[in-house]
């Protein structure tokens, strides 16, 4: 694994549950834990069960007893580091947003795309498919049970930016980030979009503001945990981002992101609205969905709760006895069983690269579109 902050930590979590809670058809062994800052990456080594730390990823990559390179730095070393390790013939997990643009999500999956002739894996982290609720959410409606699908209406809502004094960590850093709310977290509510629907995105209408210009500089820590030093710096992505989609099926959505949303600390809603019914998931209720169903008697219709914890949900059964809930990191314990799984019976990963890139456009758009007045830019997606 390269990279040891807050995704290094939940991707741990992912590699260690994952062969002791489901029957993989492979064994996991927690090899190498890779960071620039040689103490502190032995510290995480010993303290998530990584059997050795490294300074050197390009070294780890060339070891011929190292199978999968998991992938949980900040963007802008996502392509350099995919495309080495499957050039070097390694499966690749890759932490999301694929990229910090267009032009490196096309390069890695040419480099997925070259890899895959010769049997090796590449898949990116959109994880929140992997919640129970979501997967079952996108297979109620390939069922038909809300029918052909109208409307979606996604947000995703953090407020940890509301404090100007919160300092100017890498996610603030166009350089590193590639983008701020738009691409940290509007990445993925256009995945979900696109995965519980079926559907792409073909087009974006869409504003982005920078709400606070300046801050803090950092200090210590990092990411959502940094601690403040002298002096300022400027932000140079975008806070919050608000925009329209339209879908190759020819529903409408709307996506906000943001990071402003005072009171909400890690809010994604999605709710599917179609002409039999509505289905609606709250991450912060994450064992459950909400169904509204049209055929039902005029007099007894509204939204119901669904449990989604019966052994028969997708990923379920593996974990405890109907109505004992999972939480955040569950979806990366089943992102692990998934990859996994699909370097043996022969499958593609999913989300994989191409799905990966299909995001980055709809993210390279809603910037464009941000930039000509929020007029209506095309992803390149189409129907088929
Ligand atoms: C920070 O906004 C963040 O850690 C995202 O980067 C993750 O993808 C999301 O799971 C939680 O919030």
């Known amino acids: 694994m390269i990279g040891y ?9 992912g590699w260690r549950q994952a062969p002791a809670v489901f029957d993989l058809p492979l064994g996991v062994e927690m090899a190498v834990v890779v960071g620039r800052n040689a103490d502190a990456v032995a510290q995480a080594a010993a303290h998530w069960g990584w059997t050795e730390s490294a300074t050197d990823w390009r070294s780890v990559i060339a070891r011929d007893d190292i199978d999968i390179v ?62 129970p609720a979501v997967t079952f959410l996108r297979d109620l409606i390939a069922q038909g049970v809300v029918g052909t699908v109208q409307q979606v209406r996604a947000a995703y809502r953090q407020d940890w930016l509301v404090d100007p004094q919160m300092p100017l960590a890498w996610r603030l850093q166009k350089e590193h980030a590639g983008s701020g709310a738009l691409g940290d977290i509007g990445a993925h509510i256009i995945d ?29 820590g990092s990411g959502l945990a940094g601690v403040a030093a002298e002096g300022y710096g400027d932000v140079t992505v975008d806070d919050a981002a608000i925009f329209t989609g339209r ?43 909400q169904f509204y169903d049209r055929r039902e008697p005029a007099d007894r219709q509204g ?65 464009e579109s941000a930039a000509q007045n929020s007029a209506w830019v095309p992803t390149g997606a189409r129907a088929h």
């Open 303 to 367: 939204f119901t709760k669904i449990l989604v914890t019966e052994a028969q949900h997708p990923y379920v059964g593996a974990w405890w006895p109907a109505g004992h809930m999972l939480g955040y990191e569950h979806g990366f314990v089943h992102q692990v069983v998934d990859f996994v799984g699909t370097l043996v019976d022969g499958t593609d990963p999913h989300p994989n690269f191409a799905e990966g890139l299909s995001v980055q456009r709809v993210l390279a758009a809603v910037e």
């Open 247 to 289: 879908l190759t099926g020819g529903a409408l959505v709307s996506f906000e992101a943001t990071r402003f949303a005072t009171g909400r600390k890690n809010a994604l809603t999605i709710e599917v609205s179609g002409d039999q019914g509505a289905l609606a998931f709250d991450l912060e209720d994450l064992n459950s969905l």
């Open 70 to 131: 998991d992938i949980v730095t900040p963007g802008d070393s996502h392509a350099e580091i995919a495309i080495a390790a499957l050039d070097a013939g390694k499966h690749v997990l890759c932490e999301k947003p694929l990229a910090n643009s267009v032009a490196e999500a096309e390069a890695m999956l040419a480099a997925a795309t070259r890899a895959s002739e010769r049997g090796v894996k590449a898949m990116v982290g959109f994880t929140y498919r992997r919640v």
């Open 192 to 220: 979900m979009t696109q995965f519980v629907t079926g559907q792409q995105v073909e087009a974006v209408s869409g504003t982005v503001e920078t709400i606070v210009k300046q801050r803090p500089l950092l200090g210590s």
């Open 5 to 13: 902050g807050f995704m290094g930590a939940a991707h741990s979590v």
